[in-house]
T-cell receptor
Framework: DVKVTQSSRYLVKRTGEKVFLECVQDMDHENMFWYRQDPGLGLRLIYF???????EKGDIPEGYSVSREKKERFSLILESASTNQTSMYLC?????????????FGPGTRLTVL | SQQGEEDPQALSIQEGENATMNCSYK?????LQWYRQNSGRGLVHLILIRSNEREKHSGRLRVTLDTSKKSSSLLITASRAADTASYFCAPSGAGSYQLTFGKGTKLSVIP
């Protein structure tokens, strides 16, 4: 089974801190994604990456950056966390399994910025 | 990427009943996927239907696709309390691996 893991389930940080959210997938997928999910707004794409060291902005990249140094790992960075970045963050990787192209999601990281 | 819109926003049924939720989208697609999300968890892929398919089954799930109406429906038969979750559709265009998710349908199955 494809496995996508995220470094923390829950995280509490203070305003202005630098925050790293890590995501690792074990299926050699080339494409990886970071979303945030907020009540009433659904899932919104922050950044995605289609190869090592490649990145593309999604719908809401402001205040975030990403790093993809190795194929299996995609990191989301909040350079200076703010309270409006309190949210659920979901990582996903895209690949083919059983002949089906689909996205596989991690369990999510609930980040609270105080 | 394009976003699917799920309808209704919320649905409450008794255990054993069938649940139907709908998805509409705007432009032509290559396939459409349905995902489930249990409260506070990540999304789980349920089923994918390709643009040249009209209906697909997986266990208690039945998905239909009407490309002329740009709509899809997800039917869960004989619902269980464990089906309580939010359900999202994700239409995808040809060559696109980027999915955009709507707000979902929140299904509550009452024991």
């Amino acid at each position: 089974d494809v496995k996508v893991t995220q470094s923390s389930r829950y995280l509490v940080k203070r305003t202005g801190e630098k925050v790293f959210l890590e995501c690792v997938q074990d299926m050699d997928h080339e494409n990886m994604f970071w979303y945030r999910q907020d009540p009433g707004l659904g899932l919104r794409l922050i950044y995605f990456s289609y190869d090592v060291k490649m990145k593309e902005k999604g719908d809401i990249p402001e205040g975030y950056s990403v790093s993809r140094e190795k194929k299996e790992r995609f990191s989301l960075i909040l350079e200076s966390a703010s309270t409006n970045q309190t949210s659920m963050y979901l990582c996903a990787s895209w690949g083919t399994s059983g002949g089906t192209d689909t996205q596989y999601f991690g369990p999510g990281t609930r980040l609270t910025v105080l | 990427s394009q976003q699917g819109e799920e309808d209704p926003q919320a649905l409450s049924i008794q255990e054993g009943e069938n649940a139907t939720m709908n998805c509409s989208y705007k432009t032509s697609i290559n396939n459409l996927q349905w995902y489930r999300q249990n409260s506070g968890r990540g999304l789980v892929h349920l089923i994918l239907i390709r643009s040249n398919e009209r209906e697909k089954h997986s266990g208690r799930l039945r998905v239909t696709l009407d490309t002329s109406k740009k709509s899809s429906s997800l039917l869960i038969t004989a619902s269980r309390a464990a089906d309580t979750a939010s359900y999202f559709c994700a239409p995808s265009g040809a060559g696109s691996y980027q999915l955009t998710f709507g707000k979902g349908t929140k299904l509550s199955v009452i024991p």
